[in-house]
């Protein structure tokens, strides 16, 4: 039976809604491969002006962007792990309250998450926390693909 917290916990909530929400979470996989080719240009760009002498800026600029390209990741990952457990919810539609209490109890003892202390979360909170991550990988992204032209412009054009 629900009790009021179970309720609250999936409120406003609808089958649709998490598959929906889960579909818009494929966009994720789309900039982890755009990434990830910025990361792989960016560590070959590195090696290549490391070893013809280049500028010690233009180096330093491609193993930012490499860097940088490993933050990228680190979100997609995690995002794709949000986008398979919202894909799992949807399936539990019917049985929701349970299958995010046995969530969170997984999650803990496997030590993703901190301990019961906390109060439960909602599927709204659970997606927003999930569209923070989306948001960190977009700026990641954008950070990447600007760095990396400064740097291919500036080693096209020689400032000095």
Not at 104 to 126: A, C
Request: charged share 15%.
């Amino acid at each position: 039976m629900f009790n009021s917290e179970d309720t609250q916990l999936t409120e406003n909530t609808s089958q649709t809604a998490l598959v929906t929400f889960s579909s818009l979470l494929i966009i994720s996989r789309q900039l982890d491969i755009m990434s990830l080719m910025f990361t792989m240009i960016g560590l070959s760009f590195a090696l290549i002006a490391s070893l013809s002498a280049s500028s010690a800026m233009l180096i330093v600029g491609y193993v930012a962007c490499f860097l940088i390209g490993l933050f990228s990741k680190y979100y997609a990952l995690r995002i794709a792990f949000d986008k398979k457990l919202f894909d799992y919810l949807a399936t539990k539609f019917d049985q929701l309250p349970n299958t995010l209490k046995e969530l969170d109890d997984t999650l803990i003892q496997l030590k993703l998450i901190k301990s019961k202390i906390q109060p439960s979360r909602s599927i709204t909170d659970r997606q927003m926390g999930t569209l923070i991550l989306l948001k960190k990988q977009i700026i990641t992204l954008v950070i990447q693909t600007i760095l990396l032209s400064c740097i291919s412009i500036i080693g096209i054009i020689p400032l000095s």
